[in-house]
Nanobody
């Protein structure tokens, strides 16, 4: 079965960096587009970044463009989110997601807190 397991969250000061990882299993990872979403307290879930399966093309939300980088390692079945210049408004639970046969699969999420 499809499993997505996020890791790498934590507490970081404004201006700091974190790298999130999402380990995937149960499907052919190299064939799947992968996305990172986040959900801040009291807000809906928003798309942060997406990377395609073939060309590895990426797209970002305007609020993170230039600060966050999504990447993938198909040999390790893992997608990453490198987050630099973090701001307090980046505080949220971060989820990875993939869609297989029109069904969305989500990880359990990892908490990122940006605070001094």
């Amino acid at each position: 079965q499809v499993q997505l397991v996020e890791s790498g969250g934590g507490l970081v000061q404004p201006g700091g960096s974190l790298r999130l990882s999402c380990a995937a299993s149960g499907f052919t990872f190299s064939n799947a587009a992968m996305s990172w979403y986040r959900q801040a307290p009291g807000k809906g879930r928003e798309l942060v970044a997406t990377i395609t399966s073939t060309s590895g093309s990426t797209n970002y939300a305007g609020s993170v463009k230039g600060r966050f980088t999504i990447s993938r390692d198909n040999a390790k079945n893992t997608v990453y989110l490198q987050m630099n210049s973090l701001k307090s408004e980046d505080t949220a639970v971060y989820y990875c997601k993939t869609t297989r046969a029109r069904y969305d699969y989500w990880g359990q999420g990892t908490q990122v807190t940006v605070s001094s």
